[in-house]
């Protein structure tokens, strides 16, 4: 598996609205779109940063991964996601390497990247997201 960089961090907020402004009037960062991704109950503010972007993700439902996330740890980062050339190659390899995966298969991530993530059991407790962009 060939690991190209970090793509993004995940963060979770209550309220983008409420986030925004510390990362992009303290930290200067510019917000560059907002995606809700429905399948994931989540909407995904993007900022660039160098060569990887912050990525703050709201919930759009009380019972969406996010929602659940910050019920159970408040609000913070919440996944890290790795750029790898192919995704279906990473999957594999991470199954030979005898990672649990939260997805066998790839589906659909915000920025239309194609994402999967392990299971943070087998990751030391962080959740980790294969992620593959044109
Ligand atoms: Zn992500």
């Given at each position: ?19 925004l ?5 303290v ?38 991964p ?8 408040g ?12 995704i ?47």
């Amino acid at each position: 598996m060939k690991t190209l960089k970090l793509d993004h961090i995940g963060i979770a907020v209550k309220d983008l609205d409420e986030a925004l402004p510390f990362w992009q009037e303290v930290m200067g960062l510019e917000l560059v779109g907002t995606e809700v991704v429905e399948e994931q109950k989540v909407k995904v503010a993007f900022l660039p940063v160098g060569d990887t972007e912050i990525e703050l993700l709201e919930s759009t439902a009380e019972d969406g991964p996010i929602a659940r996330f910050i019920e159970r740890n408040g609000e913070g980062i919440q996944h890290l996601a790795f750029r790898v050339e192919n995704i279906e190659e990473g999957i594999a390899f991470m199954k030979e390497k005898g990672m649990r995966m939260i997805d066998e298969k790839p589906r659909y991530g915000a920025g239309g990247a194609k994402i999967a993530f392990l299971h943070p059991k087998s990751s030391k407790g962080i959740l980790v997201e294969l992620s593959e962009r044109e």
